[in-house]
């Protein structure tokens, strides 16, 4: 009941400030005009703002938020909804922000805001749309950062990102390398009650992890002919160390042991990439493209849980090795053969696959009780011919017709064995009205099926939560949900945005914690927790975003620059759940979450400053014999900048202020949940020191 009051009072708060802005749009700048459902922002929309590249840029078009992969199957389900020159980044392991983060802001000519469906081709069922246009012509240009980040009690660790542009003639040549690393503090204690609520034992814990990443890639995006060819490649090696220690004391207050965790990914986590696209007229209105990619990754991780109790040392070791693959090729045919309609088919090859290795060991004063081994091959064949239309009813009106057909076989090998076929039909509905000049309503309907995570068809243990077991499952197939949706957006002033949408879903075989059978070669059987599929269920959502300048309000007293972004997001559903049978949420999925965004931009003075407060109500689990509760507090960050100095912009980063705690509650069962026996209740807190990053970045 607290978070739905939460969430009433500050939407109704953020509805009441729309409320006085709306009515004074008359007299207010308005936004740039929309023409043929695309509203074009030029260079000097953000000259305010001090731009450094063009994610900079992009952050400020009112009412539009970067979206990466959505959690869909296939290549092309999975789009987002940024274009770079009217074309889609044809990769899957660099995101949208790190791409835009290369694009110098001086090298960007305008950006196209696209309000309706269907507005492109590269990525159609999205209803909204950036196109970043660049500068034509000759030229090098680039950006930079350099930088510190430092928590209160760790050491000062670099961070170092570059990227270069080099245009000659009809090729471009785009070179990038980052480097990141980063060190963190946390803190806090974990209690253990017995069931009736009395202390059994606490555990005082410190943790220290390091993280470090670098990736270097590049690009050539060229014509040969009437044809347009892009080249693309990344690497990326990556390490991080975790150690946490522990007191442990007894209900007295007297030291009874100690436990030790340590978790290390090694550097030799590595993935690269390479893809590409060549885009050329066929015949006469008919435009094809050919994009390929393939990534391979090594993901490895050690991990080691260690106690010491009245002389006896237990120590638990676990190492995982994720070899994961995934080739694409997709053929996308464009035809405006019809007068009116743009219609596109074609069709998308897949091959993912997964080498999973897993092992234990358990030792007891040094001697060793035994070595368990898990190792599972999974691989995955997909083909998906798809095909749409766009009909352009009238100047206002838009509609998107279109289906995607899946045909896939799954097969698993090792410690899980079983072969599966699917087909899925995947059709989509949207329609857009652009009501006025400010107004644009969408209409969705829409069927989805999510994609699989391989590595949960093989075991893992988090020794976090106290060796807590995740089974793989090898009976675990995609969710589907079918989606109903409305959305509103309305535009106000020059830089005002507010943005309504509401969706119901209905789901068939609902990915949640399921029981998975164990059965050893010796000994009973019995169950551990696992994904899995719990049947069918009902989700619906509400999401609200506002942005909202202040200077009609400010400049009479001689004030501007201030704005205030606010999204809220809240999120209903109902499965049955697989051990008790009673109705519950979805696991993993809060009620609702927050985002109150201030900044203030001093154009003159060269400078800007803000903060950004996220919350959400708890987050909830269920288990086979234990029902987790996690309150993730509010997490403050906040921001100063400085923009004239000659080599660029020097930007203060303050993270994780008040510490951005979360506390977690653990209900054990006897038995399984269905017994409604609590026989143990285990509290933890965790709070982080706050983290500074100090960059100096800027262009040339």
Not at 26 to 54: C, K
Not at 569 to 583: F, I, M, P
Not at 601 to 609: E, F, N, P, T
Request: net charge neutral; glycine share 10%.
């Amino acid at each position: 009941m607290r978070g739905k009051n939460i969430w009433g009072v500050s939407a109704a708060t953020a509805l009441s400030l729309c409320s006085i802005a709306l009515p004074m749009t008359v007299s207010a700048q308005e936004a740039p005009p929309l023409e043929n459902g695309r509203r074009n922002y030029p260079p000097e929309f953000f000259a305010s703002f001090g731009p450094v590249n063009a994610l900079d840029m992009v952050r400020r078009i009112p009412g539009f938020s970067i979206e990466d992969s959505e959690g869909r199957r296939g290549f092309g389900e999975n789009a987002g909804n940024v274009l770079i020159d009217g074309d889609r980044p044809s990769t899957k392991s660099d995101d949208l922000e790190t791409i835009l983060i290369r694009i110098p802001a001086s090298q960007v000519e305008r950006i196209e805001l696209i309000e309706q469906a269907g507005g492109d081709g590269e990525a159609q069922g999205k209803g909204q749309l950036v196109n970043v246009v660049r500068k034509a012509g000759s030229a090098t240009s680039g950006t930079y950062e350099v930088g510190l980040t430092k928590s209160l009690k760790r050491n000062v660790y670099p961070v170092a990102s570059g990227s270069a542009t080099i245009k000659r003639g009809k090729t471009t040549y785009e070179f990038n390398a980052d480097f990141y690393s980063e060190a963190q503090r946390g803190f806090g204690p974990e209690t253990f009650r017995d069931g009736a609520g009395r202390l059994v034992e606490r555990r005082d814990y410190v943790g220290n992890s390091v993280y470090r990443e670098f990736n270097f890639g590049g690009a050539v995006k060229t014509r040969i002919g009437g044809a347009k060819v892009n080249l693309n490649g990344q690497a990326e090696w990556s390490d991080g160390i975790d150690r946490r220690v522990g007191n442990v004391t007894g209900p007295g207050g007297a030291l009874i042991g100690t436990e030790t965790l340590f978790t290390d990914d090694p550097i030799n986590d590595f993935e690269f990439e390479i893809g590409g696209d060549i885009e050329f007229p066929l015949a006469n209105k008919l435009t094809t493209k050919l994009i390929g990619l393939y990534r391979q990754e090594q993901d490895n991780q050690t991990g080691r849980f260690g106690t010491d109790r009245s002389g006896v040392t237990t120590l638990f070791a676990t190492r995982n090795e994720n070899k994961p693959t995934e080739a694409v090729f997709r053929i996308q045919n464009d035809w405006s053969g019809v007068k009116s309609h743009a219609i596109q088919f074609g069709a998308e090859l897949a091959y993912n696959r997964l080498d999973a290795r897993f092992s234990s060991q358990e030792f007891r004063n040094n001697a060793s009780l035994g070595t368990e081994a898990s190792n599972v091959l999974v691989r995955e064949t997909r083909l998906e011919p798809f095909v749409s239309d766009v009909w352009t009813i009238s100047p206002q009106w838009k509609l998107e017709a279109g289906a995607i057909f899946e045909f896939s076989k799954l097969r698993l090998s090792g410690a899980s064995s079983t072969s599966r076929s699917f087909q899925f039909a995947k059709p989509r509905l949207v329609a857009t009205w652009t009501a006025s000049k400010e107004t644009t309503f969408e209409f969705r309907a829409e069927r989805q099926v999510a994609q699989l995570d391989f590595g949960e068809f093989a075991t893992s243990v988090d020794l976090g939560q106290g060796n807590l077991v995740d089974a793989g499952n090898q009976d675990l197939v995609p969710e589907q949900v079918t989606t109903f949706s409305a959305l509103v957006r309305r535009k106000f002033f020059d830089r005002g945005s507010i943005q309504l949408l509401g969706s119901y879903e209905l789901v068939k075989d609902t990915q949640d914690i399921v029981p998975v059978e164990i059965i050893p070669t010796t000994g009973p059987r019995f169950f551990v927790d696992g994904a899995g599929n719990i049947g069918k269920g009902r989700k619906w959502n509400a999401e609200l975003e506002i942005t909202l300048p202040f200077d009609w309000l400010t400049k009479p007293i001689g004030v501007s620059g201030i704005e205030l972004k606010y999204v809220g997001h809240y999120h209903g559903s109902r499965v049955t759940d697989a051990v008790t049978g009673e109705k519950r949420r979805v696991s993993f999925r809060p009620k609702w979450h927050q985002t109150y965004e201030l900044r203030h931009d001093l154009a003159k003075a060269g400078m800007a400053y803000g903060v950004t407060i996220n919350t959400q109500s708890p987050v909830t689990a269920s288990f086979v014999n234990q029902f987790r509760t996690q309150r993730n507090l509010t997490d403050v960050q906040a921001f100063v900048e400085y923009r004239k100095l000659k080599w660029g912009t020097l930007r203060l980063r303050v993270f994780d202020i008040g510490g951005a705690p979360f506390t977690r509650t653990r209900l054990i069962y006897s038995g399984t949940r269905a017994s409604g026996i609590v026989t143990q209740i285990i509290d933890r807190k965790r709070d982080l020191d706050p983290q500074f990053e100090l960059t100096l970045s800027g262009k040339f």
